[in-house]
């Protein structure tokens, strides 16, 4: 999706990009290749195929910021497809639902490992960089309104500024609409039963029954709970993202 994404060009729009895909023009290739772009100047289209092919080249090296940094936020989703396997679902739980709030549970699954780190235990800056190293974009489930900017304020010195495809967002674009929750039952997609009705104030509790009275089962429930919340994130990406893409006629 990311080589007929237009938008990285200022000036093109989502009416203008959707009128190059209709004309036929529909990856960067095709745009340089073409000698006259309806709607677009020579003197524009010269400016413009020196973007794509800066594109191109970051294509080729790999880099996930520079494109996103081309993208507006809410279409960063477009690379998830070409950088799939260097992504990190994340997700975190906390001991209240204020954006002050302490970090309480961290899991962050990648392709081949996830880890699951624990305040007061193993969660610090360090064990958070080590575990994001070598991601080059995060999926979340309203991670930009809540996640990461809790994590910036507790962890100010690791960098969570990579692309970002918060499905919040993306699966309310793609026609699922609700919280993660509703959006599991939606997609088939199971839990246990012991975790199957935790929510986030049951995880507030469930950390506060570990931190007052040592309920050893208490956070084994939090943590299998929120390792459930960021595995399961890969399927609702997937089918996200496989959906969006069809909206757009691809």
Avoid at 93 to 104: A, I, N, W
Avoid at 124 to 149: H, I, Q
Avoid at 176 to 201: A, N, Q, T
Wanted: charge should be negative; glycine fraction near 8%.
């Amino acid at each position: 999706m990311i080589e007929r994404t237009f938008l990285i060009a200022k000036g093109i729009g989502k009416g203008k990009e959707s009128r190059l895909w209709s004309s036929g023009i529909n990856t960067w290739n095709d745009f340089m290749e073409s000698s006259d772009i309806p709607g677009v100047k020579d003197s524009k289209k010269a400016e413009y195929d020196l973007l794509f092919a800066e594109a191109y080249d970051l294509l080729d090296d790999r880099d996930c910021y520079g494109l996103g940094e081309m993208l507006p936020p809410g279409e960063q989703w477009r690379l998830y497809g070409r950088f799939h396997d260097d992504v990190a679902y994340l997700d975190i739980e906390t001991d209240g639902l204020e954006r002050d709030s302490t970090v309480t549970v961290v899991t962050i699954h990648k392709k081949d490992d996830t880890t699951t780190l624990t305040c007061e235990k193993d969660l610090d800056a360090e064990s958070l960089s080590d575990a994001l190293d070598g991601v080059k974009m995060l999926v979340t489930f309203n991670g930009r309104c809540f996640d990461v900017p809790v994590l910036k304020n507790s962890f100010p010195t690791v960098d969570f500024d990579m692309p970002h495809f918060d499905l919040r967002f993306g699966c309310r674009k793609a026609g699922l609409p609700g919280g993660l929750k509703k959006v599991e039952v939606e997609l088939g997609l199971k839990r246990d039963d012991d975790i199957s009705d935790i929510d986030g104030e049951e995880a507030v509790r469930l950390w506060k029954s570990w931190k007052k009275n040592g309920d050893s089962r208490a956070l084994e429930l939090l943590t299998e709970y929120n390792r459930a919340d960021t595995v399961n994130l890969v399927n609702v990406a997937e089918e996200t993202y496989d959906r969006l893409v069809r909206q757009h006629g691809f």
